[in-house]
């Protein structure tokens, strides 16, 4: 697929996202944020995302984490660098920055850790499609992330979004890594492993 068609399924999977009617996009927020309270569990850490756009919130699931006691990070983009480090999700909600470009990422202070220090990540999309494959903003550094975790323990992928975002096949490349598990409003799904 050139740059240019995946441009294009891009930008109609983020249309069909930022279509949702307000009334029927809090509903699916909240059915999928309590869908994805089953995987806190009391000392692991796991990593949500801040969203942007119209991305998917997670305020339920986050106000869940703390009174059970999950703890949870944070994306930090290094400045020059693809691979994410994690921060802890501040109990103010205030970030450190913004990190400067087209996405204006809130980025956070903290002790940082890698990906492969995690029990779980929540993974922010464009699209998925039937087989886990994921499409993210294109900045890439999700599938740098994941890349590095092929040879060591690799926490559970749960990819989160709406029920518009699935798509029956997206282009992939060598590096990319399927989700272990999908979640939106109508429900969860497994994908089995390779």
């Known amino acids: 697929m050139q740059p240019s ?3 294009e ?3 109609r999977l983020r249309r069909a996202r ?3 009617p307000p009334i029927k996009r ?3 927020e909240q059915r999928i944020n309590r869908l994805l309270k089953g995987y806190l569990k009391r000392g692991k850490r796991l990593a949500v995302y801040w969203p942007i756009g119209s991305e998917l919130r997670l305020n339920g699931l986050v106000a869940a984490a703390r009174a059970r006691g999950t703890q949870l990070y944070l994306p930090y983009i290094q400045p020059g660098k693809q691979r994410l480090w ?3 999700y501040p109990a103010s909600g205030r970030p450190e920055r913004l990190r400067k470009g087209k996405l204006r990422i809130p980025q956070f202070a903290g002790q940082k850790i890698r990906i492969h220090n995690l029990h779980g990540i929540i993974i922010p999309l464009i699209g998925i499609d039937s087989r886990g494959y994921r499409m993210g903003q294109g900045g890439g550094f999700y599938d740098v992330t994941l890349a590095a975790t092929r040879h060591r323990l690799c926490p559970l992928k749960i990819g989160a979004g709406f029920a518009c975002q699935q798509t029956d096949s997206l ?3 060598s590096h990319d890594m399927r989700l272990d598990i999908w979640v939106c409003e109508t429900g969860i799904r497994h ?3 390779h």
């Open 191 to 193: 994908f089995g492993k």
């Open 18 to 20: 930022q279509a949702i």
């Open 171 to 173: 282009p992939t490349e």
């Open 86 to 88: 994690f921060t802890p």
């Open 9 to 11: 399924v891009r930008r």
């Open 26 to 28: 809090q509903r699916a």
């Open 5 to 7: 068609e995946k441009h």
